[in-house]
């Protein structure tokens, strides 16, 4: 996809929605809720509850270290996934991703540096924010 014809809401919404769905697929957790914004090129991403079952339970008997390689590895195991969904999502590459996550609120971030800034439509009446 070269040339998006969407805005930029349609395009956050479609990475977040496919993203959650790389989550269910993937790890077989889906987080609550995962917000995506576009700003230049770059791209931030927030998955609230990303924390599997398997980590809680874990977490919940006191293996916060065992926890935290678990979450390492499967860090490393899904990151060319979340990379192969955006370039497909934006028609970019993806030149670095950084990740971090907080086990104690479940939350997981990334930042994503693309090799160019997306286009997309404004919405009517709406400035283009880039």
Do not use: W
């Amino acid at each position: 996809m070269t040339t998006l014809q969407l805005t930029r809401g349609q395009i956050e919404r479609t990475l977040s929605q496919r993203i959650q769905a790389l989550y269910r697929e993937r790890l077989g957790h889906q987080p609550s809720k995962v917000t995506c914004e576009l700003f230049d090129e770059k791209l931030t991403i927030l998955l609230e509850n990303s924390i599997t079952p398997a980590e809680q339970l874990l977490l919940e008997e006191g293996k916060e270290e065992s926890v935290e390689h678990l979450r390492s590895d499967l860090d490393e195991v899904i990151q060319p996934y979340i990379k192969t969904t955006i370039e497909e999502v934006l028609g970019i590459s993806v030149l670095d991703l950084l990740s971090d996550a907080t086990l104690e609120t479940g939350r997981m971030g990334l930042i994503v540096i693309l090799e160019s800034a997306p286009s997309f439509r404004t919405s009517p009446g709406r400035n283009r924010r880039q």
